[in-house]
């Protein structure tokens, strides 16, 4: 059975349409239920439009966090999802929104991050980790938690910053990877490959990603 998604973003939505591309070729065993928005504009609305996915628009302006948050949770609940995933999303969540989620020992939420965390978190991760002078950079998908940016680490990959680097060429290779990356950890939630194994001290969980398919 597919893994059932639910898709978040407030912009252009390219690794909406990354995920969506990846399911239509067939490298990722998963079904997009619906595409969530707080952007009443935003070019994602259209995108996953023209691949057959049903569409919402909850804008945000002039509704406390909560009230948002419980407009979207409206929508969510009339389809079945595995886990909500978080393209380009820009606004934080509530503790509560994520109790909406929560499974034993995560939420199932998913974000990327421009950066490889735990270096660089917040908003600005490219930005960030150009300006620090980095040699090497790259992606990470990761569950969503309570702090920022700070949940367990699914998947990672690095790219190199080049000599004649501008933030910008620097940020569209970063953007063309995280493209890749995202489907790929995905389908690792699709083959039932992942566990989520907390420390035994700390109780702060860290992921496990198994060659083959956890029984």
Known sequence: MPLLLAIMASGRGSNAKAILEAI????????VQCVI???PHAPVLTMADNFGVPTFCIFHQGLSR???????LNVLKDYQIDYLVLAGYMRLMT??????????NHYRIINIHPALLPAFPGAHGYEDAFQY???????TVHFVDEGIDTGPILMQESFPRLDDDTLETFKSRGLALEHVIY?????LLAQNRVRFIPHSKTGRVHVEVKAHAVC
Do not use: C, R, W, Y
């Open 95 to 104: 503790p509560t929104f994520l109790s909406a989620f929560h499974a034993k």
């Open 37 to 39: 928005s707080n952007m």
């Open 133 to 139: 002078g980095v040699k090497i950079s790259g992606v």
């Open 183 to 187: 489907p790929k950890a995905l389908q």
């Open 66 to 72: 909560e009230n948002h948050e419980t407009q979207v």
């Open 24 to 31: 239509e070729q067939g490298k990722l065993d998963a079904k």
